[in-house]
């Protein structure tokens, strides 16, 4: 049992400090050294981990889809209204990118991949987003105008984008960065005025 603790408390060192790693380097410029260096291990129980540096990488992708999950599971099983679930949800994705090192890195991850992963962060948001927002058209919270295929992508691109803007300046995931946005493009996703007001007014 003392055997088994250690060796996950090991592993979980490695896991936060490829993160680390890998959030300030990026994947290809980061060394397994390095890494063990930054986990106070040695690259052997490294190696008793992980095989490679890829393997290393997925796991951190894993463990940041598992944190995602917490929020995205939350907003799936809340009740309506599915719009104001689905901008808390993305204040709360914010929140973590500003303060979660291993989401950040499995986020940072899925970019630089040639083909990000489908049980990857990025993945997982974007089905996110687009079932809330199917949701949202089946209970009539919509505007009949709008596509929930075309919001879908054009929230999923501006809160990535945020990610990707926010690695080189927080200020892109601060509350009122997320508040100018959901002010511009609430009052033409929601079906009238006053559910509008109601969720700006929560924001």
């Known amino acids: 049992m003392v055997q088994q603790e250690r060796a996950a408390r090991t592993r979980e060192a490695l896991l936060r400090a490829a993160a680390e790693t890998f959030d300030r380097e990026g994947f290809i410029p980061s060394a397994l050294t390095g890494i063990s260096d930054r986990a106070g291990v ?14 290393l990488a997925k796991a951190v992708e894993k463990e940041a889809a598992t944190v995602l999950r917490a929020i995205t599971g939350k907003a799936l099983t809340g ?11 993305t204040y709360a994705l914010a929140a973590l990118l500003r303060e979660d090192v291993v989401v950040r890195a499995g ?28 949701r949202a ?8 105008t709008v596509s929930a295929r075309e919001a879908g992508q054009a929230i999923v691109a501006a809160t990535t984008g945020f990610e990707l803007l926010g690695r080189y300046d927080r200020r892109w995931l601060s509350a009122p960065s997320l508040t100018a946005f959901w002010s511009l493009l609430l009052p ?8 509008v007001t109601e969720a700006a007014a929560a924001l």
């Not at 040695?42 to 393997?55: D, E, P, V, Y």
């Not at 058209?137 to 009949?144: F, N, R, V, W």
């Not at 996703?189 to 006053?194: P, Q």
């Open 107 to 134: 986020f940072r991850l899925c970019c630089e991949r040639t083909r990000p992963p489908a049980e990857g962060p990025y993945a997982q948001w974007e089905r996110f987003v687009a079932r809330m927002l199917e």
């Open 188 to 195: 033409r996703l929601a079906t009238d005025r006053g559910q």
């Open 137 to 144: 058209y089946a209970e009539g919270s919509l505007a009949h």
């Open 42 to 55: 040695s690259k052997g129980a490294l190696h008793f981990h992980f095989t490679n540096k890829a393997g």
């Open 79 to 89: 009740a309506p209204p599915t719009l104001q679930r689905l901008v808390d949800a």
